[in-house]
């Protein structure tokens, strides 16, 4: 028996199946292989080498990881200073708030007590409180009709220009005066006369004398916060020169800051000997005789921050009055969180101290003499460091804050 070759015979198989089959075969494979075999994950993959420890890693992986350390520690100072500012603003929220509150309570008192209520309060309070940088109350007394005139024609600005120094510059500017022991007295209508001329006094309650000028510091910041909404409130004499400019520039750098109390810093000798001037009775709380007073601004011009003046505000029936008021001021923050800022620019000479910075371009922010607490013969020679100490009326206008 023979076999043949090609051909459709039962015993053989053609090409066209042999090839269909070997598709098909292959096909299946791939199918099968598809459902079967799933790729690792990545961090499933094993090392090449996998005896080797953790510290020994390939240099590429160490610069990769360098690289990612480098960002997470970026990401991480990011992350501090953006903390950092949310707590300066949480400060200023809660100082915020705390303002709101003591100025609730300064209205309720002043209802319950029969008291008139200022106009300006009512204003404040029936169309919002606007934002101020500062409010600059110039501490006065009856006595000072002349005084208070020479401010008025150098270095405060009057009617129309106040009210835009008020608007555009957010600085508010009072001479600040209680009233006689005799309630409506000559020297009370006096005041309220001059008021009627020029509208820049600010009527505390206060019974004036020298002798009460911590209670009056103490009223003044009091009353103050609530009639105004500022980042400072600055006290000054009527005998000292101020550039207003430059001590809004001074201040409006620290007005991130909380608590801030800013002015010359200095520390006196506490004096026992009775008849002296600045005698001190309560001397011996300061210990053995000869001790010096704790630091504290001076007080012909210094500053705080709106939550310090709040804290005054709120605790003014508790705090304790010395006979300074400078000393008085600084004792009501020892204890408190609160940055004391020493700076010179708040107390310059008269001149030729204040015309000397003032060509060099360290313009001062307030010019006085030492040996009079204030201008010596002020009425007459303010005109005198106003001409030769002054920032310039250009220099107001054109600050911005």
């Known amino acids: 028996m023979s076999w043949r070759r090609g051909g459709g015979g ?5 090409r066209r199946w042999a090839v269909l089959l070997c598709v098909g075969s292959f096909c299946l494979g791939l199918l099968f292989t598809n459902r079967m075999w799933t790729l690792p994950e990545a961090s499933e993959i094993a090392r090449p080498n996998a005896n080797v420890e953790e510290g020994s890693m390939p240099v590429a992986a160490e610069c990769g990881s360098k690289k990612v350390q ?3 520690d970026f990401r991480d100072i990011l992350q501090v200073q953006d903390t950092h500012h949310d707590v300066q603003s949480l400060d200023k929220t809660i100082a915020s708030l705390e303002t709101e509150l003591s100025a609730a309570r300064s ?7 029969g008291a008139p209520v200022s106009e300006e309060f009512k204003v404040s309070e029936s169309i919002g409180r606007r934002k101020y940088l500062m409010v600059i109350g110039i501490n006065t007394a009856f006595s000072s009709r002349k005084r208070r005139d020479s401010i008025r024609y150098t270095w405060m600005p009057q009617g129309e220009k106040r009210k835009k120094l008020e608007e555009e510059k957010g600085i508010i500017i009072r001479f600040v005066i209680g009233h006689s022991a005799i309630s409506g007295g000559i020297v009370d209508r006096a005041i309220e006369a001059e008021d009627r001329k020029h509208g820049d006094f600010m009527r505390i309650d ?28 600055v006290k000054v004499d009527d005998d000292v020169h101020v550039n207003i400019a430059t001590l809004g520039n001074i201040l409006s750098k620290l007005a991130l800051k909380p608590r801030v109390y800013i002015g010359c810093m200095k520390s ?13 009775p309560e001397h011996w709380k300061f210990g053995e005789s000869g001790n010096k007073y704790f630091r504290h601004a001076t007080g012909q011009l210094y500053a705080i ?10 605790n003014k029936h508790i705090l304790h009055k010395y006979i300074n008021e400078d000393v008085s001021l600084g004792s009501w923050f020892i204890g408190l969180d609160v940055e004391h ?13 204040c015309e000397w910075k003032a060509q060099a371009g360290n313009i001062c ?18 005109w005198e460091v106003h001409n030769k100490c002054a920032e310039g009326e250009k220099a107001l206008w054109n600050a911005t804050f």
Request: proline residues 3%; hydrophobic residues 30%.
């Open 10 to 14: 039962d015993g053989g198989v053609s």
């Open 70 to 72: 480098e960002k997470q």
């Open 107 to 113: 209205l309720q008192e002043s209802l319950l007590n």
């Open 206 to 233: 206060h019974v004036e004398g020298y002798l009460a000028l911590s209670g009056k510091t103490k009223t003044y910041f009091a009353t103050a916060v609530s009639l105004w909404d500022a980042d400072f409130y």
């Open 268 to 280: 006196g000798p506490v004096l026992s000997e009775k008849g002296v001037r600045y005698y001190e």
């Open 305 to 314: 921050s709106k939550d310090l003046a709040t804290y005054i505000s709120i």
């Open 341 to 353: 800022i020493d700076d010179k620019r708040l107390c310059c000479g008269t001149p030729p101290d």
């Open 365 to 382: 922010a307030a010019s006085f003499d030492w040996r009079c607490s204030g201008i010596c013969n002020s009425e007459g020679r303010i």
